[in-house]
């Protein structure tokens, strides 16, 4: 076979881990290929200057790379929604292939992008969207075919888990970890995306789409970040034998799909509630394999690389195949759609961490319990702390048996209007994560 052309447009902490992980193992690449791949054009605004890129042509214009004819595959690494989705879009009309990590992209414009593919018979590779250098799309499309999956959660943010970790082993408070991640690197300078569940949703729908067969509807996403758990949260669930991590969860349900990011209460038995640090893991339960955990580097250069290079080397494998023949990357049933509806949250059944501060005086639990009870509540386990000397508010920690959202919505709302509770009680999704 011919060499393979490729452009890699942005040069970032991604587009170059790619380039130098198809530099360093191009003989190996090549052997499993059956051609070369060369790295035919770079696009990069400020250009290529304190980088080795050898005799590599560079382009400080990345439209300028879509628009070369001599180029097979484009590799965008750019990132946001705007010019990366120009530049796809210039791409595939121009008849190339795209290799993309942005899960923005493809969370919030997939829809579109996999229309226009298809019509033009190109394939749109994502593997690096979704936890980095884990092959979770891969392990959904290819390995897991043959399973219906049930459900998948997933610890698809590393600074999320970074932070949680270190709240947990040190005992310290979200702002101040915050702090340390963004001067390690971990977090962006605007963390809004990372700690708000926004990243984990885009990573999520593209997951739930793989899984279900679903189109990608990340406006359907309930998103919950971190922001506002506790040290003293993470400890009391540490005494009920949970730990907290930061999930996108996605079930298939009689009623619905269930798409949801949020903190969850997770059995310290489970191994992933032993996923710490950056580290990211999936696991999904399917009908025929069971339970099946996937977990490594959820980002940096070259674990994000890894994946971005695999998914070359399968495009350009398919290059000498008719465009039929392509496995395409998301099959959207629009009849899914309506036989698969996404559940509001007020719908989703789930267990629930509750803490609450109540004045120190008998019959306060007694109420509370009874508005549980009203609601069809049942309590699972209870912590009633000693107040704190010279306080005379009582730390109180429940875990409810599981419930409707909507149930429990209102419960609380009750509970936050008795005078003998003080301020918001914090409520923390439970999952079992059982087979
Ligand atoms: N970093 C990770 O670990 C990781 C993991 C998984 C997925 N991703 C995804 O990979 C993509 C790239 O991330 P990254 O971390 O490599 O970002 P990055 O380090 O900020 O690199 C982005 C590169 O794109 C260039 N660029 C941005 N806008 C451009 C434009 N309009 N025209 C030309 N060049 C432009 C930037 O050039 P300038 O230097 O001139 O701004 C920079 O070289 C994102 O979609 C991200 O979500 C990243």
Redesign the pocket.
């Known amino acids: 076979m011919d060499p393979v052309k490729v452009g890699i447009?942005?040069?970032?902490?991604?587009?170059s881990g790619t380039y130098a992980v198809l530099t360093r193992n191009a003989a190996e690449i090549a052997a499993r290929v059956g051609a070369e791949i060369v790295v035919a054009e770079i696009?990069?605004?400020?250009g290529c200057e304190d980088s080795d890129v050898g005799a590599t042509a560079v382009n400080?214009d990345?439209f300028a790379v879509a628009d070369n004819p001599e180029i097979d595959i484009v590799v965008e690494?750019?990132?946001?929604t705007t010019?990366?989705k120009d530049l796809v879009l210039r791409a595939i009309e121009n008849g190339k292939h795209v290799v993309?990590?942005?899960?923005?992209?493809i969370a919030e414009h997939g829809n579109e992008i996999f229309a226009v593919a298809a019509e033009k018979g190109v394939s749109v590779a994502f593997e690096?969207?979704v936890a980095?250098g884990i092959p979770i799309i891969k392990a959904l499309r290819e390995g897991l075919a043959g399973n219906r999956i049930q459900w998948l959660a997933g610890i698809i943010n590393g600074t999320g888990n970074f932070i949680l970790t270190e709240m947990r082993d040190k005992g310290r408070d979200f702002s101040d970890v915050l702090a340390e991640a963004q001067a390690l690197g971990y977090a962006e300078a605007d963390p809004t995306f990372d700690v708000e569940g926004i990243d984990a949703a885009h990573k999520l729908v593209i997951l739930a789409s793989l899984a279900f067969g679903i189109p990608l509807q990340f406006d359907k996403v309930y998103t919950e970040g971190i922001s506002r758990i506790a040290p003293e949260d993470v400890t009391y669930a540490e005494e009920l034998g949970y730990r907290i991590k930061h999930l996108g969860i996605a079930r298939d349900t009689d009623n619905g799909i269930e798409l949801r990011v949020h903190p969850t209460l997770i059995p310290v038995k489970r191994l992933i509630a032993n996923v710490n640090g950056v580290m990211n893991a999936v696991l999904v339960q399917s009908d025929a394999v069971g339970p099946s955990l996937y977990y490594g580097a959820?980002?940096?250069?070259e674990?994000?690389a890894s994946a971005v290079v695999a998914d070359i080397i399968d495009v350009a494998r398919t290059l000498g195949a008719t465009p039929d023949a392509r496995v395409p990357y998301l099959a959207f049933q629009q009849s899914a759609l309506s036989a698969h509806p996404v559940l509001p949250i007020d719908e989703v059944e789930t267990a629930f961490y509750l803490r609450m501060s109540a004045v120190d005086r008998p019959g306060v639990l007694s109420r509370v319990a009874q508005i549980l009870s009203d609601e069809g509540i049942s309590i699972e386990a209870l912590i009633q702390k000693e107040p704190p000397e010279e306080a005379n508010l009582v730390p109180m920690i429940i875990l409810t048996n599981r419930t409707i959202e909507g149930k429990l919505s209102s419960a609380v709302a009750q509970i936050e209007g008795l005078e003998s509770i003080v301020g918001e009680v914090t409520r923390i999704r439970v999952e079992s994560l059982a087979g």
Not at 9 to 15: A, P
Not at 100 to 105: F, I, R, S, V, W
Not at 298 to 301: K, L
């Open positions: 447009c942005g040069f970032g902490t991604v587009g696009g990069a605004r400020r400080r990345v690494l750019i990132g946001g010019t990366a993309t990590a942005n899960k923005a992209l690096a969207a980095g959820g980002a940096g250069s674990p994000t």
